[in-house]
Nanobody
Framework: QVQLRESGGGLVQAGGSLRISCTAS????????MAWFRQAPGKEREFVSA?????????YADSAKGRFTISRDNAAKNTVYLQMNSLKPEDTAVYYC?????????????????WGQGTQVTVSS
C-alpha cells in the first residue's frame, strides 16, 4: 500500500510561480514512477508530468513543457515536486499526484493505482 499527500497549492496571479509537493509513504514507495495530473471543474483528469523512480526520465504534457519542472527526492523525503512557472488562468485545477507500479510516463489516469487527495491551484488573471 502507498499513501500520497499533496501540499503547496494556493492562489497565485497569472505569470507567477508555485511549487507543489507530494510525499509518499508505504512500502517501497520511492521505487515507483510517479506523476502529476490535474482536473478542472467540468473537465476530465489530465496528465501533466511524470518522473521515473530514479528521477532521470521525465515527461510533460504539451501544456506544461517549458513552464513546469518535475523532480523528486528519494533520499529521505520520498517527495515529488512540481515547480510551475509562468502560470496561466487555464492552469487552475486540483492537482493530484499518482503512483504507477510499472511504466513511467503513462498518460492515462486509469492505469494509476494510487492517488493523493489533491491540492487546489488557482491562477487569477
Amino acid at each position: 500500500q502507498v499513501q500520497l499527500r499533496e501540499s503547496g497549492g494556493g492562489l497565485v496571479q497569472a505569470g507567477g510561480s508555485l511549487r507543489i509537493s507530494c510525499t509518499a509513504s508505504g512500502r517501497t514507495s520511492s521505487t515507483y514512477p510517479m506523476a502529476w495530473f490535474r482536473q478542472a471543474p467540468g473537465k476530465e483528469r489530465e496528465f501533466v508530468s511524470a518522473i521515473s523512480w530514479s528521477g532521470s526520465d521525465t515527461y510533460y504534457a504539451d501544456s506544461a513543457k517549458g513552464r513546469f519542472t518535475i523532480s523528486r527526492d528519494n533520499a529521505a523525503k520520498n517527495t515529488v515536486y512540481l515547480q510551475m512557472n509562468s502560470l496561466k488562468p487555464e492552469d487552475t485545477a486540483v492537482y493530484y499526484c499518482a503512483v504507477h507500479r510499472g511504466r513511467v510516463g503513462v498518460r492515462s489516469p486509469y492505469e494509476y493505482e494510487y492517488w493523493g487527495q489533491g491540492t487546489q491551484v488557482t491562477v487569477s488573471s
